[in-house]
């Protein structure tokens, strides 16, 4: 059962593409940078514990929570089934495309069969638009090739999955409300949402108090290393081709301020975008030294990083005031 003419969304991100995808079956065809904003995307996270080979950097928020914003934003219904059944899970994919319908998928994208770069990473998203007896056919994003296919079994495997940010055989599926939403009214909502999350961390090593935090623990994160070029090169990758966008979301981000600016036609949205436009050309300059720390081995590189990184803590936290007060 394949949905025949289903028109892909192209995307960087996982998540967006996904929901993207989703969307524009339904007749919503908004950017890419547009979704990752109404869906309140931007934050930071620095993430260790002793169960990682080394510490994640984040951009955004938790796994989740971005379509679930797109959908509250745009007055959307949204339907989400988890379970540890592998019969109930592909029952709830198929009754769906059954009908026409695609629908969200949440995996590990280590099993997936089109992944050349293989990684456990159970936060990873695809859209899934048809089935037949072997293969699963599904949309990711552009860096994979956008419509792909995976064997059943390694389907099965990807979203049963185990591990940080897994949902297990976590399914959506996304349908219109009466009520259309007035996109204006939500990108002031979302930039505003966005910005009192980000300035309100409940822990410290989340938000612009995160990426203080992050200033110094990326020196004992070096000095502890086992494998720093492992360690820093990969973050650095993470950071800029990982579906982020670049500079760790930041410039998807940046491109939503300007499309949001222009209109609304809003000045103060638009100081916005050229302050996050320096702000994602100073996280670009962060994943760089990360990748010059990891070749030479040499501290100073982390030195340098950490000093943009205290930095860039400052900037973000009084842009975020500044959109805050702009969308009120």
């Known amino acids: 059962m394949i949905i025949q003419e289903f028109k892909h969304f192209k995307g960087q991100h996982c998540e967006t593409t996904a929901t993207g995808s989703l969307l524009t079956q339904i007749g919503i065809e908004l950017s890419e940078p547009m979704l990752f904003g109404i869906g309140e995307g931007l934050g930071f996270i620095f993430w260790n514990m002793k169960i990682m080979d080394f510490p994640f950097i984040g951009g955004r928020v938790k796994p989740d929570v971005l379509t679930e914003n797109i959908c509250r934003n745009l007055n959307l219904k949204l339907e989400v089934t988890e379970t540890s059944s592998v019969k109930k899970a592909w029952e709830n994919v198929t009754k769906h495309i059954k009908n026409g319908k695609a629908v969200g998928l949440k995996l590990d994208c280590f099993h997936l069969e089109y992944f050349t770069n293989k990684f456990h990473f159970a936060g990873h998203y695809a859209a899934m638009y048809g089935y037949d007896n072997e293969f699963a056919y599904l949309v990711d994003t552009d860096q994979q090739d956008g419509k792909v296919k995976t064997s059943l079994k390694s389907l099965e495997l990807a979203r049963n999955e185990k591990g940080p940010m897994s949902s297990r055989n976590r399914t ?157």
């Open 172 to 328: 959506y599926a996304i349908s219109r409300k009466e009520i259309a939403y007035d996109l204006n009214k939500v990108i002031k909502k979302a930039i505003y949402n966005n910005a009192v999350e980000f300035l309100n961390p409940p822990i410290k090593n989340i938000s612009y108090k995160g990426i203080l935090k992050a200033s110094s623990e990326i020196k004992k994160w070096f000095k502890n290393s086992k494998d720093i070029k492992g360690d820093f090169q990969t973050t650095a990758m993470l950071m800029e081709k990982a579906g982020t966008g670049g500079s760790i979301f930041r410039n998807l981000y940046r491109d939503f301020l300007k499309e949001s600016a222009d209109l609304l036609n809003s000045k103060e949205i638009k100081e916005g975008y050229v302050e996050y436009s320096e702000i994602a050309g100073l996280w670009k300059k962060v994943s760089e030294l990360f990748y010059q720390a990891g070749e030479t081995k040499d501290i100073k590189y982390i030195n340098q990083a950490s000093d943009i990184l205290i930095d860039l803590s400052e900037r973000e936290r009084n842009t975020m005031e500044k959109l805050m007060k702009a969308s009120t």
